[in-house]
Structure formats: C-alpha cells, structure tokens
C-alpha cells in the first residue's frame, strides 16, 4: 500500500513509500518497475516521503518506528539518519530546504537539519496535531489539530503568529473550520488561499490576507487525507481513504471541473509541481495522469 509520495521539482521524478519498507523513485514516461529506483534501508513501514525544494536529487524519509533518512538518489545513498523520534508520521521540509519538521502521535515536533544526527530542537504540542504545512518565506507554520482547529505559529520558535484580546488576556488566534478533526493542509501556489481538510469532509479556503473562510467544498466522501493544488493554484484536489473517484476543483470558484474514475479510495494525491499532471494512489497502485486545463 502506497502511504506517501512526492514529486521532484526540477525533474521528472516521483518518490514513493509504502508499508513494505522500500522507498522507491520512478520516472513517470517510464512506468515499468524495472525502470523504478529502489531505495532500502528502513525497518518499518514507510509514512512520509518529501524532496528537498533547492537541492536536487535529495530526498527525506520517514517511517513509523521514528526513523528518518535522507537519501541521494544519484547515488542511491543514505547521506544522514536521525533516529528516535516516536511513533512518527508526517514531514514537511522548510521552503530554504536548509531544516525540516516531523511530528509523531504523541504531538511532539521535532526540527531536523538534514546534516546533523540529532534533533536541533523539539516541540511538545498541547493539543493533537496532524499534519504541518510552511508558507511560502518560511516564517510561519500551519498545524491542523484534533480539535478541527489550524494554528498558525511562527518558524523556528513555535510562538503564535497571531494574537487577540480576551478581557485582559491575549490569547492565540487559530482558524476555526472544522467540526471535527482538521487532517490536512495546504498552502497555494500563489499565497492566496489555505486550504484545510477534514474527517468532516469538508475542504476550506481561507484568505490569507484577513483569514476568513471564503468557500468549502462538501463534495468529498470521508475524511479529507491530502490536499493539492496545481502549480499555478488554478486547481485543487482532495484525497480520501473512502469512496472512488478524485474531483478536481476550480480553486477560485470552487466549482466543479472534472472527476477521475477509479478503482477505489485515493487518500495520497498530488499534482506536479510544473504542469497539469495529477499523481494518485489507487488501491497500492500509482497512477499518473495528464490533465486538459482547457476542458471541463
């Protein structure tokens, strides 16, 4: 089963990791697994798999045992590993590409500098956090919490970005959008909007600009797994681990564009980070799709 994948920016490459412990690297004109790069060396399943945004070829790992590697895929070498850290389960690097953030089940976050062997610093959250989204100067930090909540903190100290007044406190600003869990988060392309997915099914946009909810999306069935939208930000799409089909939406309108068929539940999607391609999971089979932004 396909858990996590990851385009590469500069080239044609996409990364994938699954629950039997093997990293693996395709180019997406070559889909035979004859043509994939197999990169081995976890003990345990596989959760998050994420590519340097400057550095070519560099490639992180992170698997459910807290184990985190990174990799030189021309090599196909294991360049550091950091150990230790939990029941870890998501990852998202810096945009400077100079740290990353894991966090595991028991809310700890953990700051990582791809060339030291251990954590620069931890972050014990007070409340359930999921997963963890950067904007785009790295300043900030956007954490979705078991509460249906996102907060915003700022990076690397973990203080809220924003405060309001309460009486004679000043207390954190969070978005509130959810009515269950918030799993997911992403930041478009163009800085405009963030969306947030939930086990409520719903995906929301908020402006980033005055942090109001613009739109929300209730087309999706079951709990909101991933979320990305297109290069330009012109597009978004929701992942789920229940109910077939993947819908693409228009991310201004929150209209309707097209939906994929598929096989069954799509938890992992992503689109490329340069054209109209869509890269999904399909029942432990990744699919890669060209997309007709001129069609509906």
């Known amino acids: 089963m396909i858990r996590a994948r990851a385009p590469e920016d500069r080239r044609t490459l996409v990364a994938t990791g699954s629950s039997d ?55 196909k070498m294991c360049i550091n590993e950091i150990k230790g850290l939990g029941d870890a389960f998501t990852l998202v690097w810096a945009p400077d590409g100079q740290s990353l953030v894991v966090g595991n089940k028991t809310d700890n976050i953990f700051v990582l500098s791809p060339t030291q062997p251990t954590p620069v610093a931890s972050h014990q959250q007070p409340t359930q956090t999921n997963q963890i989204a950067f904007c785009w100067s790295g300043k900030k930090m956007f954490l979705t919490t078991g509460e249906g909540r996102t907060r915003i903190l700022s990076y690397p100290d973990f203080k809220p970005a924003f405060q309001f007044g309460y ?60 979320i990305s939208f297109t290069f330009d930000g012109s597009f978004l799409v929701g992942g789920s681990d229940e109910g077939p089909g993947v819908d693409i939406r228009h991310a201004e309108s929150g209209d309707h564009v097209h939906t994929f068929k598929t096989a069954g539940p799509c938890p992992v999607v992503s689109w490329a980070p340069t054209k109209y391609c869509l890269a999904y999971s399909d029942l432990g089979i990744l699919r890669i799709v060209g997309v007709d932004a001129e069609k509906k």
Request: proline letters at 5%.
């Open 21 to 75: 412990k093997i990293l693996r690297v395709w180019n997406p004109e070559k889909p035979n697994v004859r043509f994939s790069t197999d990169l081995k060396g976890h003990s345990a399943p596989i959760e998050k798999v994420a590519f340097n945004p400057v550095k070519d070829a560099e490639l992180c790992s992170v698997s459910n045992d807290g184990v985190v590697k990174f990799w030189d895929v021309r090599s």
């Open 167 to 226: 009486g004679d406190e000043a207390r954190e600003f969070a978005l509130n959008g959810h009515t269950s869990s918030c799993l997911s988060a992403e930041l478009q392309p163009t800085g405009r909007y963030l969306a947030t997915g939930g086990s409520d099914s719903i995906i929301s946009l908020w402006d980033t600009t005055d942090w109001i909810c613009q739109r929300t999306i209730t087309s999706m069935i079951g709990p909101v797994r991933s």
